[in-house]
């Protein structure tokens, strides 16, 4: 099971290099108005939630505890980034702070997930 578990994260980890990656290289057209949701922010964004949750009951079912409130508040996070890439999602150009948030909330929920035991 740890294996399993294990293996999880790791798809988890990589959909925060395709969301994270995927604003990351938004950056520079940022500043000029011109940047734009990107689809592997959504397919970050979607890896994020389905494996998260996978993760949850992985945990749950190996009787590892698991910290609700922090779940909690990085699945609301995630929900915040989910609904701005998605709605956005065909617009030729974005508002700078749309994609600064996703951005901003990504970074947060990475360093909830490392810091908050
Ligand atoms: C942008 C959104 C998210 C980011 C950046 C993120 C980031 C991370 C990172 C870096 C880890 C590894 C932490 C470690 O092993 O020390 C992790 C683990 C985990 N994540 Fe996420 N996560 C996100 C969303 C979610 C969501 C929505 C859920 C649940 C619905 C979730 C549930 C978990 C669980 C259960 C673990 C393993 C146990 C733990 O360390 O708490 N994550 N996450």
Do not use: S
């Not at 990589?14 to 990351?24: E, M, R, T, V």
């Not at 494996?51 to 922090?70: E, I, P």
């Not at 699945?75 to 996703?102: C, S």
């Amino acid at each position: 099971m740890d294996v399993l578990i294990h293996a999880v994260v790791g798809l988890h980890i990589l959909g925060i290099a395709a969301l994270l990656g995927g604003f990351l290289t938004q950056l520079k057209v940022m500043g000029k108005g011109e940047a734009r949701m990107v689809p592997a922010m959504l397919h970050g964004a979607l890896t994020m939630l389905v494996t998260g949750v996978a993760l949850v009951g992985l945990n749950q079912a190996d009787d590892h505890t698991v910290n609700t409130f922090k779940i909690g508040v990085k699945l609301a996070l995630l929900i915040v980034i989910l609904g701005l890439v998605y709605v956005k999602r065909d617009e030729e150009k974005v508002e700078a702070a749309a994609l600064g948030t996703v951005g901003a909330l990504t970074a947060a929920n990475v360093f909830i997930a490392v810091l908050w035991v």
